[in-house]
């Protein structure tokens, strides 16, 4: 179970970077609008792939839970 726990942190560090990089570049003042906008919007389709490494990921937690509670 220790391993579901690492792959859970792990792909919350992503995200919470993923984030970060979005907040950085809407306060950037550097940027041109358009710039900004393709960057935002790819920067939220990695966050969008995490989201669902989340969901599958704990359909399997739940699957190796349940195949071991049907062992014993």
């Not at 907040?23 to 550097?30: A, F």
């Not at 704990?58 to 349940?66: A, H, K, L, S």
Request: proline share 0%; net charge negative.
């Amino acid at each position: 179970m220790r391993i579901f726990n690492i792959i859970k942190s792990e792909l919350n560090s992503d995200k919470l970077k993923l984030e970060e990089e979005v907040e950085r570049v809407i306060n950037d003042k550097g940027l041109e609008t358009n710039d900004k906008i393709a960057t935002i919007k790819k920067l939220l389709g990695e966050i969008a792939i995490i989201e669902m490494s989340f969901k599958i990921f704990g359909g399997y937690i739940t699957n190796e839970v349940n195949d071991e509670l049907t062992k014993e």
